[in-house]
């Protein structure tokens, strides 16, 4: 079983509408979770992050935890053409010799169609 | 401007020898990291440091080495071990590891592409 997982897609939604993303974690105890953007050929860049359960809002994103269920997602508004990439999940390790670091999904192609 | 520069941006290998990707922060993070991404995938953990003069295996270490005899350098070499290297690389940096989730947040170069000739 993979430690973080995301359907790889591609997700396609048009322009206008609301884009969501899914991730699930195998370790119960990961305390921190990151979604980052990639565009083809470039690096990840940092979009969201959540420690508690519940939602967070950044602008047209929302980052939702559920740690019962060890569920992750993020939610975007108003999709654009430009946040056409790759959406990359990542966890924290929360103890033992891999304590803090990052296990990332496979991620997840969005596509958004004008 | 503050950041983490990466070169070459692609990189071609023959085989059996050795090649050694750049990596230099002046961002001052102590923590400093090297994935591997092939095309579809995630990124995985090749090895990490969290200090000077230390660094740990990370998930897929085998065929590789790393340094890091300066906080702001933390170079990768691939071996002629590493039977299937061609792969896109990426360093990452942050403030340091396993603290406050603040300081878990990653910073990354923009890349080396590496292929096998």
């Known amino acids: 079983q993979k430690e973080v997982e995301q359907n790889s897609g591609p997700l396609s939604v048009p322009e206008g509408a609301i884009a969501s993303l899914n991730c699930t974690y195998s370790?119960?105890?990961?305390?921190?979770f990151f979604w980052y953007r990639q565009y083809s050929g470039k690096s990840p860049e940092l979009i969201m992050f959540?420690?508690?359960?519940g939602d967070k809002e950044d602008g047209r994103f929302t980052a939702q935890l559920n740690k019962a269920s060890q569920y992750v997602s993020l939610l975007i508004r108003d999709s654009q053409p430009s946040d056409s990439a790759t959406y990359l999940c990542?966890?924290?390790?929360?103890?033992?010799?891999?304590?803090?670091?990052?296990?990332f999904g496979q991620g997840t192609i969005l596509t958004v169609h004008p | 401007d503050g950041g983490i520069t990466q070169s070459p941006k692609y990189l071609f290998r023959k085989e059996g020898q050795n090649v050694t990707l750049s990596c230099e922060q002046n961002?001052?993070?102590?923590?400093m990291y090297w994935y591997r991404q092939d095309p579809g995938q995630g990124l995985r953990l090749i090895y990490y440091?969290?200090?000077?003069?230390?660094?740990q295996k990370g998930d897929i270490a085998e065929g590789y080495s790393v340094s890091r005899e300066k906080k702001e350098s933390f170079p990768l070499t691939v071996t002629s071990a590493q039977k299937n290297p061609t792969a896109f690389y990426l360093c990452?940096?942050?403030?340091?590891?396993?603290?406050?989730?603040?300081?878990?947040?990653?910073?990354f170069g923009s890349g080396t592409q590496l292929s096998v000739l």
């Open positions: 990452a940096s942050s403030i340091r590891q396993g603290g406050l989730s603040t300081n878990e947040k990653l910073f």
């Open positions: 370790d119960r105890g990961s305390q921190s």
């Open positions: 959540i420690y508690s359960n």
């Open positions: 990542a966890v924290t390790h929360a103890g033992g010799t891999s304590y803090g670091k990052l296990t």
């Open positions: 961002l001052n993070h102590d923590a």
């Open positions: 440091s969290q200090i000077v003069n230390d660094f």
